[in-house]
């Protein structure tokens, strides 16, 4: 079982930056891929990135390439979403979740809302 708890969300203007945090429980941290996904209000979830378990692969969305970083830190069980020249439409509840292997991604932090005004 691993549980997820995010940080860091918050209220920034247009072309500033933010940084997420996700701490996760349990001693099996570095043998799951690491996700960030977020929600727009009156849209689904998307995926916004993914980090592989050693933090040597790592996947972006095309609306988040360029201004986008993820990072983890296995020895303090947490994964990170640097987020650079933000625009409105980043503007969402962001989620962090874990995968074990090529599973689904079956855990899921409660989320943590970041709004970008223009």
């Known amino acids: 079982q691993v549980q997820l708890v995010e940080s860091g969300g918050g209220l920034v203007q247009a072309g500033g930056s933010l940084r997420l945090s996700c701490a996760a429980s349990?001693?099996?941290?570095?043998?799951?891929?690491m996700g960030w996904f977020r929600q727009a209000p009156g849209k689904e979830r998307e995926f916004v990135a993914a980090i592989s378990g050693s933090g040597g692969t790592s996947y972006f969305a095309d609306s988040v390439k360029g201004r986008f970083t993820i990072s983890r830190d296995n020895t303090k069980n947490t994964v990170y979403l640097q987020m650079n020249s933000l625009e409105p439409e980043d503007t969402a509840v962001y989620y962090c979740s874990a995968r074990y292997g090529s599973n689904s991604w079956a855990y899921w932090g409660q989320g943590t809302q970041v709004t970008v005004s223009s």
């Open positions: 349990g001693r099996t941290f570095s043998s799951h891929s």
